[in-house]
């Protein structure tokens, strides 16, 4: 492996796409630490040396992960990726109910062009409407509890700073795309990669500081078991055989070749654990907006810190129901079973049409289970530790370890292709 960097570095095409995603990363990460102008930094600063957890559960916690810790440093970069993964998601879903949108994905480069400007535009209202909102909680002292965010708040201060983290989201999609097209990897997971990774050295520290190395080498040898498993689902896959028939066009024969469909396991990736989230954030943004005694009390008994077992229990369950229906929007068995039916192929045993689509949706459906299970197991292991052990922030649990491992494959695989194109041997090999 060490080989395969050391070659990676001696071609100066990947040389120069290595060393410029680096910079791209560090001009992220220089932007998570530049206060938004009026914040008072210094009483942020010492309100996080005092509260080592101070973000909620649910999908501000998510927030705070995918910004790499800026959201309770009330950074320009607050907001993080967050605003462009939930456009991505939307413009996902909405391709099945619009029928242009499902055209212009249909259309090749033209019309994918055309949905990531779609796509940046909805990101940038969703900045605005979260910006807002970020800004008020803050400014009612409920972003971070009992904490004067902005001491001299007024409304040309307000605007002033919704424009500024509007600009910073606007401004890290503009990293993501630099880093896709000049870099290497997906830009927008690279950048979630480094936020993640960046919070990683802190979470283990304070671990070994407050807990000793005792609890600390038993949790990183947990790390290591759940990097496996991780690695071993993401790149599991049910391989369907496919054979194309022979046709005779003029003098020539094409056809006669054998592929397979490739369904991951874990065909939706983190896309449930986002759902989830954010639905169970609802309760916390009801109780912030109306002040009513009763949904404040059952806020803070149940869905507040992710401590109740209704909580951990209502995450699993979501989670598992948003998998199988991301899945059934990701994944269209009647238009893959009708794709291959135009073009002469079919499932050995399966007549074309119908039955396969048919067979494809039982065979996605049998593997979701596990692949949701997963998913649900991994996403609530931190709020048991937490609940149970007091461990304030597991750094191997959850989503991040899940994009991590997810991004870190795709990059190397990346690399490796490039290596292997010019003859070099490559890193899993």
């Known amino acids: 492996m060490l080989r395969a960097f050391v070659n990676a570095l001696k071609i100066p095409d990947l040389r120069g796409k290595i060393l410029f995603t680096l910079c791209m990363i560090a001009i992220y990460r220089l932007g998570s630490y530049i206060p938004v102008p009026g914040a008072d930094y210094e009483e942020i600063q010492r309100f996080l040396d005092r509260a080592q957890n101070a973000a909620n559960s649910g999908a501000f916690n998510l927030i705070n992960l995918f ?130 990774v960046s919070q990683l050295p802190s979470q283990g520290a304070r671990i070994l500081q407050e807990r000793g190395a005792v609890l600390f080498s038993v949790l990183c040898g947990f790390g290591l078991v759940i990097i496996i498993a991780v690695i071993f689902v993401e790149q599991a896959q049910r391989r369907i055989p496919v054979q194309y028939a022979k046709r005779m066009v003029g003098r020539r024969m094409f056809g006669g070749s054998s592929t397979y469909i490739p369904l991951k396991v874990n065909q939706a990736g983190v896309i449930p654990i986002i759902f989830a989230s954010s639905l169970l954030y609802l309760p916390v943004l009801l109780t912030s907006i109306f002040n009513k005694q009763w949904l404040n009390d059952l806020t803070t008994r149940f869905f507040e810190d992710g401590h109740h077992p209704v909580y951990i229990i209502s995450y699993f369950l979501l989670i598992i129901a948003f998998a199988y229906f991301y899945n059934s929007i990701a994944f269209n068995p009647i238009d893959t079973a009708d794709n291959m039916k135009k073009y002469g192929g079919f499932i050995p045993g399966i007549r074309p049409g119908r039955q396969t689509a048919e067979y494809l949706n039982a065979i996605l459906t049998r593997i979701t289970l596990p692949g949701a299970l997963f998913l649900g197991v991994i996403a609530v292991l931190p709020f048991i530790l937490l609940a149970t052990n007091n461990v304030q922030k597991f750094p191997f649990g959850g989503t991040a370890i899940l994009i991590t491992v997810g991004v870190g494959l795709e990059t190397m695989k990346q690399i490796e292709s490039q290596l292997l194109m010019r003859n070099y041997e490559g890193f899993l090999r």
């Not at 990726?81 to 090749?108: A, C, D, H, W």
């Open 67 to 196: 910004s790499g810790g800026a959201l309770t440093q009330f950074a320009i970069f607050a907001l993080g990726i967050m605003p462009y993964i939930t456009s991505s998601i939307i413009m996902q879903l909405l391709g099945v109910v619009i029928p242009r949108l499902e055209e212009l994905r249909k259309e090749g480069e033209t019309g994918q062009k055309k949905l990531q400007q779609y796509t940046r535009y909805v990101t940038i209202g969703l900045a605005v409407l979260q910006s807002a909102a970020i800004v008020t909680l803050a400014r009612s002292k409920n972003l971070l509890p009992d904490v004067d965010v902005f001491p001299d708040m007024n409304a040309g201060r307000f605007a002033l700073a919704v424009l500024t983290l509007i600009a910073g989201t606007a401004m890290i999609m503009w990293l993501g795309e630099l880093i896709t097209q000049r870099g290497i990897g997906n830009g927008m997971s690279i950048l979630i990669f480094s936020s993640i």
